[in-house]
């Protein structure tokens, strides 16, 4: 199977690209290099710099026909999408739908969205949060993936399609200099001997899902039954709190964070439910969070050598 993935030299999306071709399929991959790391690209997959919003991605459709597409390419802060809505909305937005015509226009069969659980639900009403709690987005970045899955569904009528709405992803290759990615940025800061800052009061929580478990769900994604959504997730709270005190463990790290105000956007309490993903792809999370976390950090220790 041909596969092409936007997004594919960036954290998660290179991950994906690793898994795809080990399961033995043919990979293409699309960046623009603003946050992805060209290093990151396996050597074996075809590169394309280019950008989503760009009408010259049409010349890449014209020469690879993916079979597949498979969207991790993103503005993925919501920080960022505060201060910045217009560039949130032409990134998710405009440019889901330059995809999304793309792959109607040259035949492809299928589109795997990756997607947000912890920015559509808004503030949950109960935990863990499942997908049919009310789509109630507090920041743009929440609005904007919303929207591009609203349009997946439209275009769905000739395109088979998979969403994915993922947890708090961690583990090697996060970016540790931008506004999300909490385990990243702790990691760096700790391991260069400088001071986290934690937003809030640090008993908020998060549900943190380890990177190679998600390139294994979007593995599965590719043969699943068409026109569903899943929460890609463990289900488990962990408080800001205690990820600091486990990174602060793993990285020798003995002092104390910095707090600040909570940032804007973001929930205070999340964690959601994986059962779905269970059911449709055959997927639960198998990474423990102490052993994604250790293995996170020997990566950025193996970094800094």
Same mark, same amino acid.
């Given at each position: 199977?041909?596969?092409? /993935? ?12 690793? =898994? $795809? ?7 293409? /991959? ?14 074996? #997959? ?7 919003? =760009? ?45 999304? =015509? ?44 919303? =929207?591009?899955?609203? $349009?997946?569904? $439209? ?6 399609? #998979? ?46 899902? $380890? ?11 590719? !043969? #699943? ?19 600091? !005190? ?5 990285? !020798? ?53």
């Amino acid at each position: 199977m041909k596969i092409l /993935v936007t997004g594919g030299a960036g954290f998660i999306g290179s991950h994906v690209v690793d =898994a $795809y071709l080990a399961a033995g399929h043919e990979v293409i /991959v699309v960046d623009n290099l603003s946050s992805g790391r060209r290093e990151f690209v396996h050597p074996k #997959a075809r590169f394309y710099q280019e950008d989503i919003r =760009a009408s010259d991605l049409r010349s890449v459709f014209e020469r690879e026909r993916p079979d597949v597409v498979n969207h991790q390419a993103a503005q993925t802060s919501v920080s960022v999408s505060v201060s910045h809505p217009r560039l949130d909305a032409e990134v998710n937005v405009l440019g889901t739908l330059n995809l999304l =015509a793309l792959c109607v226009e040259f035949g492809a069969t299928r589109l795997i969205f990756a997607s947000t659980g912890g920015a559509i639900y808004g503030e949950p009403e109960r935990l863990p949060v499942g997908e049919s709690h009310p789509e109630r987005p507090i920041s743009p970045y929440g609005i904007s993936k919303l =929207a591009g899955e609203i $349009y997946l569904r $439209y275009f769905g009528r000739g395109l088979e399609w #998979a969403v994915l709405r993922y947890a708090n992803v961690y583990g090697p290759r996060q970016d540790p200099h931008g506004e999300a990615g909490v385990v990243a940025i702790f990691t760096q800061t700790m391991l260069s001997g400088r001071t986290p800052t934690i937003f809030g009061d640090g008993k908020q929580t998060r549900d943190f899902v $380890y990177v190679g478990d998600v390139a294994s769900a979007n593995v599965r994604a590719l !043969g #699943a039954p068409s026109g569903r959504i899943a929460n890609i997730a463990t289900g488990v709270e962990t408080t800001v709190n205690d990820l600091f !005190g486990q990174l602060a463990d793993l990285c !020798g790290f003995r002092g104390t964070a910095t707090y600040a105000p909570p940032r804007p956007g973001d929930v205070y309490r999340i964690a959601l439910s994986a059962s779905r993903a269970k059911e449709w792809l055959g997927w639960t999370a198998t990474i423990p969070l102490a052993q994604g976390l250790a293995r996170t950090v020997e990566w950025f220790r193996t970094r800094e050598t």
